[in-house]
């Protein structure tokens, strides 16, 4: 097994691409505390008397002719295409009849409601069972089905439901999403998860962005429209 982290590394540890040059306005744009070369982005001054950039900065006061002082660099990292086509997908499955039965994959971690935990959460496990229609007073929801499983709802929330799933190559079509669980016969033992219907609606939100591009994730910096910088990163 790979190390455990936190998900941030540095750059040129982990991650291929390397650093960019950029403008200041894409510069100013990543957190106080990526900018350092042992992060995602610097700054390099022209001359040698001019004081360096750190997450101390306060680069929002800088006027035109400090931001003329230095030479910006961010990490640009390698873009490998899209996600699917490196790691492979589930097909599709709508208007399905309810009834048929589905494998369903997760990382259940949470306890029953007796207390008792049963899963990790370190491995994956899998249940297996028939759909069935399904109600949740508390989901707002027209249509929900249900699978019979011990899957607690720590760690299993958006768990796959996978339909004519073959082992052999790992694929299925995805049926439907675990959305929550529930206690069915009142012996504080999980035993049933829960999904919304996937019908023709579903379908039509999945074809409208099936084939946009999402854009890269290799910055520079992009600002989402209506997005607004969080206070503390500057």
């Known amino acids: 097994m790979g190390r455990k982290h936190d998900g941030v590394v540095k750059p040129f540890d982990q991650n291929p691409g390397a650093y960019k040059e950029v403008s200041w306005n894409v510069f100013k744009?990543?957190?106080?505390?990526?900018?350092?070369r042992e992060r995602w982005c610097y700054?390099?001054?022209?001359?040698?008397s001019t004081a360096p950039i750190t997450a101390e900065t306060n680069v929002a006061t800088f006027t035109e002719d400090q931001k003329k002082k230095y030479k910006y660099y961010v990490w640009a990292f390698e873009d490998a295409g899209a996600?699917?086509?490196?790691?492979?997908?589930?097909?599709?499955?709508?208007?399905?009849?309810?009834?048929?039965?589905v494998f369903v994959f997760g990382y259940p971690s949470g306890s029953h409601p007796d207390g008792n935990y049963a899963y990790?959460?370190?491995?994956?496990k899998w249940s297996y069972g028939k759909t069935f229609k399904a109600q949740a007073l508390a989901i707002k929801a027209e249509e929900l089905i249900g699978v019979k499983s011990s899957f607690t709802g720590a760690g299993s929330a958006g768990s796959?439901?996978?339909?004519?799933?073959?082992?052999?190559?790992r694929l299925g079509y995805l049926n439907g999403v675990t959305s929550?669980?529930?206690?069915?016969?009142?012996?504080n033992r999980i035993d049933v998860s829960v999904s919304p219907?996937?019908?023709?609606?579903?379908y039509g939100v999945y074809k409208a962005v099936a084939n946009k591009w999402s854009g890269s994730i290799a910055v520079p910096y992009e600002v989402p429209s209506g997005w607004k910088r969080p206070i503390f990163w500057d």
């Open 83 to 101: 996600l699917g086509n490196n790691v492979g997908g589930q097909g599709l499955a709508y208007n399905q009849k309810v009834g048929k039965p």
């Open 43 to 48: 700054a390099k001054p022209l001359e040698a």
């Open 160 to 169: 796959a439901w996978l339909m004519t799933y073959k082992n052999s190559r």
């Open 180 to 187: 929550k669980v529930s206690d069915t016969d009142g012996n």
């Open 197 to 202: 219907y996937f019908d023709g609606e579903l």
């Open 29 to 36: 744009e990543f957190p106080r505390g990526f900018r350092d």
């Open 120 to 124: 990790t959460g370190i491995t994956q």
